[in-house]
């Protein structure tokens, strides 16, 4: 159960968390600074905060719950990532870093226009502020669980929280938090699985293996084979789209060079390989030791959700519980707030900039954003507490199936339109409609003996096979007719205005334009050691935990989380007194104006003209 110790470990957490926004504050001069940090982050922070924000509380909830029902087949999920990352590295990264803008959002208007930006500023406003309920109601779940706290209550709490941090800092703060936090998400969830397969119910790997039900390895006893690949090739898709279209360029904007964009694949390309590993045992091993879940949490409206955190408080010590809830809020706060900021930028950028204010001065903007960001999430704790009252499925079903039907039509054309450019700027919104009509096609029309037929199933399918049938279709029937529809539009590209073809060629050549490293190198050392001293102060605080009475393992514990995060923040403080000691003299500060102005400015005169344009 939850001690006095959790309760001062989440509340030092909680403070914690609110330093780094105010640490960081000074650093957002300008919007450039609050929504990317300047393009001038180094790789492993970037890296580190792209992989964190792919997932979050979900990760051991509905992901959990998930893997509690049906084992290893909740890898497609993960492993789907493996393969968009994989793209991402080898083409994707350095063109998102080239599009050298401050938003993606800019980047749609550059390759599609006006009315494309706007369209969909208006529509993935509204979509970002769902999906950041659906992803606070992960947490509240978790954190419901272990306090038996009122949801609604909890989400109120939780959401305040995350958005005094991201109105604090910005995009500087995120990405700070985000680093301390993927160490912690990391070691704590080591030691969850490693102290999971050390129950004797559960007798270690060999044990898991043999006691954990067989259906877990062997797939077609959970759905019929053609359902299993149809689900799976189609999550897989969703994470190639996820990583691969315009709005994933958000944490490639914030590096410093072409090196640096790729370089910062590396983290979550390994994290998405390793990490499902580890989350995946204590799950596994809940079916062993938790059977009954469904009495066990009777109050949840997905008992199966709650299976890392009943494994969790059967085998933390005291104190480490409370650690791994800071993990999980950290994991969630890093997801929403990252959200936030991209809607908060969204809206700045491509509706108040260019339709409300088009004249406002950067201190103007910066202000607005700051203020957006409050407005924008006390609407995101209003439809997470909506959501918690009204969703009837798990949130794995309920976020694969909104990735599917909203974010699939909208990404679709942002990921078409990236690689491919000859067609008119009417082919994006227009393929998101098209692809939208099949969505809903497929959700309203297609019947259960539909997908009985076409699987040539001798007996009805059941409930689980019918709702991943409706993803598969879904995915399948947008893909198809949407990208079919895209490349038709196609005919029209040389009928289109000659502006609106300079401007695609231009974007294209821009993104065939290197940039090099730049950044102040005392801006450099100031990261270096504040993120250092960030480090050494909370791996401090885990270490003196030590003091906290359990047993050698559960001090051992304490140690592992503590020294990781302590030792690391003493390599980074390191560093930075070493960059001190070589700077002689103050670099020629590469200016980011271009970047704030570039969508409003011909786009030949800065890959041509511009001196400074291998800088940004």
């Known amino acids: 159960m939850v001690s006095r110790y959790d309760y001062f470990i989440i509340v030092f957490y909680l403070l914690f968390i609110l330093a780094v926004g105010l640490i960081f504050r000074r650093l957002s001069k300008n919007t450039s600074d609050y929504f990317r940090a300047g393009g001038a982050m180094p790789w492993w922070i970037t890296g580190a905060s792209a992989w964190i924000a792919g997932f979050s509380a979900w990760t051991f909830t509905g992901a959990a719950g998930k893997m509690y029902e049906t084992g290893t087949l909740v890898l497609f999920v993960y492993y789907g990532s493996v393969i968009g990352f994989a793209i991402v590295f080898l083409h994707s990264c350095v063109r998102f870093r080239r599009m050298r803008v401050v938003t993606w959002m800019e980047a749609v208007r550059l390759r599609f226009g006006a009315f494309t930006e706007q369209l969909y500023s208006w529509l993935k406003l509204p979509l970002l502020l769902f999906l950041g309920g659906v992803g606070l109601n992960a947490i509240g779940v978790f954190m419901s669980s272990v306090f038996q706290v009122d949801m609604t209550t909890m989400l109120i709490v939780l959401g305040t929280v995350i958005t005094i941090v991201a109105f604090a800092g910005g995009a500087w703060a995120i990405l700070a938090s985000d680093f301390v936090q993927m160490i912690m998400v990391v070691t704590i969830t080591l030691v969850v699985a490693y102290l999971a397969l050390q129950q004797p119910a559960v007798g270690g790997i060999s044990g898991l293996l043999q006691q954990a039900p067989q259906a877990h390895f062997r797939w077609s006893d959970l759905a019929l084979p053609g359902v299993i690949t149809a689900w799976g ?141 409050l407005c924008f999430g006390v609407l995101i704790v209003t439809l997470a507490v909506v959501v918690s009252k009204y969703r009837t499925v798990g949130l794995f079903d309920l976020s694969n199936q909104i990735a599917a039907s909203l974010i699939g039509p909208l990404g679709l054309p942002l990921i078409l339109g990236f690689f491919y450019k000859r067609t008119p700027a009417w082919s994006a919104w227009s393929t998101a409609v098209v692809a939208f009509v099949v969505a809903w096609g497929v959700k309203f029309y297609l019947t259960p003996a539909h997908y009985q037929w076409l699987l040539g199933a001798a007996h009805p399918l059941s409930d689980h096979e019918l709702t991943d049938m409706l993803l598969a279709a879904t995915v399948f029937g947008t893909v198809i007719v949407g990208g079919a529809w895209f490349f038709f539009t196609g005919l029209f590209y040389k009928s289109s205005p000659p502006k609106y073809r300079q401007q695609v060629d231009e974007f294209f050549a821009r993104m065939s334009t290197p940039v090099e490293k730049h950044g102040v190198a005392d801006l450099q050392q100031m990261v270096y050691r504040r993120l250092g001293t960030l480090c050494l102060v909370f791996g401090a605080f885990v270490l003196l935990l030590m003091l906290i009475p359990n047993g050698f393992q559960g001090r051992m514990c304490f140690l592992f989380v503590g020294g990781t995060i302590t030792g690391i923040g003493a390599v980074l403080y390191t560093l930075s007194k070493r960059i001190e000691e070589h700077i002689t003299e103050v670099p020629e500060l590469v200016s980011t104006a271009s970047d704030r102005t570039m969508p409003h400015a011909p786009l030949l005169a800065e890959i041509t003209g511009a001196s400074n344009v291998s800088g940004h």
């Open 233 to 373: 090739i189609a999550v897989m898709w969703q994470k190639v789209l996820d990583t691969n279209n315009l709005e994933a360029s958000t944490m490639y904007l914030m590096s410093r060079s072409d090196r640096d964009a790729r370089r910062m694949v590396l983290i979550p390309l390994i994290g998405s390989l390793i990490g499902p590993l580890i989350w995946l045992i204590p799950p596994m091993a809940a079916t062993i030791t938790q059977p009954n879940l469904a009495a066990e949490y009777s109050y949840l409206k997905a008992p199966h959700e709650a299976a890392f955190v009943a494994v969790s408080m059967d085998v933390l010590p005291k104190g480490l519980l409370g650690l791994l809830l800071c993990a999980m809020l950290g994991a969630t706060l890093t997801s929403m707030d990252a959200g936030l900021n991209k809607g908060v930028g969204v809206f700045v950028r491509s509706l108040y900039l260019p339709v409300f204010k088009p004249d406002a001065s950067e201190k103007q903007l910066l202000i607005v954003s700051k203020l957006a960001t």
